[in-house]
C-alpha cells in the first residue's frame, strides 16, 4: 500500500448514513469512514440497530462508486481482496488511534 492509498475520512458521529437491503430487511447504517485502496473506493459502515445475523458492532465493508449524488455500493465477492480491505481498514483504525493518543 502506498502512501496516497493511507487517506481515511473517519465520521466518529455517524452524521452520514445510509439504508441498506440484507435479506429483504433494510438497515440504516452509520458511514464510519470511507477510504481508497488498490486504485478502488471503500466504505466501512454501522448498522445503527440491531440486525438477525450479524454480531453487535460488525462493520460491513463494502467498495463503492460515485457520480454526482448518487452512490453505488459494490459487494465485495472476492476473498482475497476482502482480507487486503480489512487489513487496510483495521491499520488506518490503529494509526488513527494511535495520532490521537500523540494530541492529548
Known amino acids: 500500500m502506498n502512501n496516497d492509498d493511507k487517506k481515511l475520512f473517519l465520521d466518529e458521529e455517524m452524521e452520514d448514513t445510509i439504508t441498506l437491503v440484507l435479506d429483504d430487511t433494510e438497515v440504516e447504517c452509520g458511514i464510519i469512514a470511507s477510504f481508497p485502496l488498490d486504485n478502488k473506493d471503500y466504505v466501512a459502515l454501522l448498522p445503527l440497530h440491531e440486525v438477525e445475523g450479524l454480531s453487535e458492532d460488525e462493520i460491513l465493508l463494502y467498495g463503492y462508486t460515485r457520480e454526482g449524488d448518487q452512490f453505488d455500493l459494490i459487494e465485495i465477492l ?8 480489512a487489513d487496510a481498514f483495521d491499520e488506518m483504525l490503529d494509526e488513527a488511534a494511535f495520532n490521537e493518543m500523540e494530541e492529548n
Open 78 to 85: 472476492d476473498d482475497d481482496e476482502f482480507d487486503r480491505v
